[in-house]
């Protein structure tokens, strides 16, 4: 991460740098690293909330404390030692023509779009509308919403990857989408125009276990690139 931020001259965190001795040495509150809140441990006293997971009282804040420090160390700086012009120019310029990594040059496009960025996809709906499907006492859940099968969403997409690789090659599409133990079905993946794939089908229904509703990512099949790639999802019976 050190090696990334000195190439392309970015500002950076180290939670290795900030906590390593606490989280190895296991026995300060906050930072005991052999529990997981799930599993048992008291809040704010272990830092993972579950195996992949920081914790809110804890993990989460440390994290949320580095990037605060570092913009309020960066705010001083500039104080102190003004921005200079070449500095200016620098940071305005393009990025290195060889990248760090092998390949991963900048994107040509913007590659998420939730909430209401994800309405000026939307090319054409039927049966679907855009609405707040939580409950009253819960977060917002606004999303494009079905209850018949055959409803239909229509959705255009720069799918090109950036201007320097091959655009032949193909790209992989996620989406995101609710599933629930209750009141969920199934839906069909398909390139309309602008673009080829296979057809994909993904499941909203989860069957055992606990009984949440769940947002899940879904990968649908590789489809090719293109500046107007239009996808349609459609509800099965």
Not at 13 to 32: D, E, I, V, Y
Not at 118 to 141: L, Y
Request: charge should be positive; hydrophobic fraction near 40%; proline fraction near 5%.
């Amino acid at each position: 991460l050190s090696e990334m931020s000195l190439f392309y001259h970015i500002p950076a965190m180290s939670l290795k740098g900030c906590c390593w001795q606490l989280l190895t040495a296991n026995r300060h509150p906050g930072f005991k690293s052999g529990m997981h809140v799930r599993e048992g441990a008291a809040p704010a006293e272990a830092f993972m909330h579950d195996g992949a997971h920081l914790d809110g009282f804890t993990g989460s804040r440390v994290m949320a404390e580095l990037a605060i420090g570092l913009m309020q160390r960066m705010v001083q700086h500039v104080r102190t030692i003004p921005v200079t012009a070449m500095e200016r120019a620098i940071a305005g310029g393009p990025l290195p023509a060889v990248p760090m990594f092998e390949g991963n040059f900048e994107s040509m496009t913007q590659r998420c779009f939730v909430s209401d960025v994800f309405k000026t996809c939307v090319v054409s709906t039927k049966g679907f509308v855009w609405r707040n499907d939580a409950r009253e006492d819960g977060r917002p859940k606004w999303g494009y919403v079905a209850t018949q099968p055959g409803s239909e969403l229509d959705i255009r997409l720069d799918t090109r990857a950036d201007s320097r690789l091959n655009n032949s090659a193909s790209v992989t599409l996620q989406i995101l989408h609710l599933t629930s133990y209750e009141n969920m079905g199934m839906a069909r993946v398909s390139c309309i125009t602008g673009c080829t794939c296979q057809e994909t089908t993904f499941n909203g229904n989860r069957v055992g276990g606990r009984r949440v509703s769940l947002l899940m990512l879904f990968d649908a099949a590789p489809l090719t690139q293109s500046d107007a790639c239009v996808l349609r999802i459609r509800v099965l019976p």
